[in-house]
T-cell receptor, first 109, second 115 residues
């Protein structure tokens, strides 16, 4: 089983819709969780951290479920500029980040 | 401007010809890391360094070497490249500890093709 698993998609979603995707992780001792965004052929960039209580940043909401070992990302009122690959990242300790393979999202006009 | 730079951005080489990909950051970060990204496999860590003269293997270190003689530089060395090292390589840096130590800053990537 992979340490971090994501549905690769692609998700093709009309502009203005709400889209959600999950990421599961296998190490129950994982400590920190993040969503990164990667545009085509570009470097990954931090989108948001994921806190146990859930957190929101504008149109983006991240949730963590430690009991079921998954994190989720919800995007409301999706924009064309949200088209990207979303990478789930899990850390254990301070040194090692484990990346999921990414979920590709395309927003359709 | 705070950034991580990598050179070269694109490289085509032949099997067995030693090469070095440079990485430099201007944020005074203690931690630096190299990843390779392949379709269907995501980003996999090659090596990382917690500080000068301290390096450790990541998930896929075979066929690679690194060094950390200065805080700002973390070159990736392929002594004898092989076609299975054809990939997109990213260098990244972050603070080693503290509140903001989780965010990694990535370089623009180096696309390497080994024929």
């Amino acid at each position: 089983r992979k340490e971090v698993e994501q549905d690769p998609g692609p998700f093709n979603v009309p502009e203005g819709a709400t889209v959600a995707f999950n990421c599961t992780y296998s190490n129950s001792a994982s400590q920190s969780f993040f969503w990164y965004r990667q545009d085509c052929r570009k470097e990954p960039k931090l989108l948001m951290s994921v806190y146990s209580s859930g957190n929101e940043d504008g149109r983006f909401t991240a949730q963590l479920n430690r009991a079921s070992q998954y994190i989720s990302l919800l995007i409301r009122d999706s924009k064309l500029s949200d088209s990207a690959t979303y990478l789930c990242v899990v850390t254990f300790g301070n040194e090692k980040l484990t990346f999921g393979t990414g979920t590709r999202l395309t927003i359709i006009p | 401007e705070a950034q991580v730079t990598q050179n070269p951005r694109y490289l085509i080489t032949v099997t067995g010809k030693k090469l070095t990909v440079t990485c430099s950051q201007n944020m005074n970060h203690e931690y630096m890391s190299w990843y390779r990204q392949d379709p269907g496999l995501g980003l996999r860590q090659i090596y990382y360094s917690m500080n000068v003269e301290v390096t450790d293997k990541g998930d896929v270190p075979e066929g690679y070497k690194v060094s950390r003689k200065e805080k700002r530089n973390f070159p990736l060395i392929l002594e004898s490249p092989s076609p299975n090292q054809t990939s997109l390589y990213f260098c990244a840096s972050k603070e080693a500890s503290g509140f903001s130590s989780y965010e990694q800053y990535f370089g623009p990537g180096t696309r390497l093709t080994v024929t």
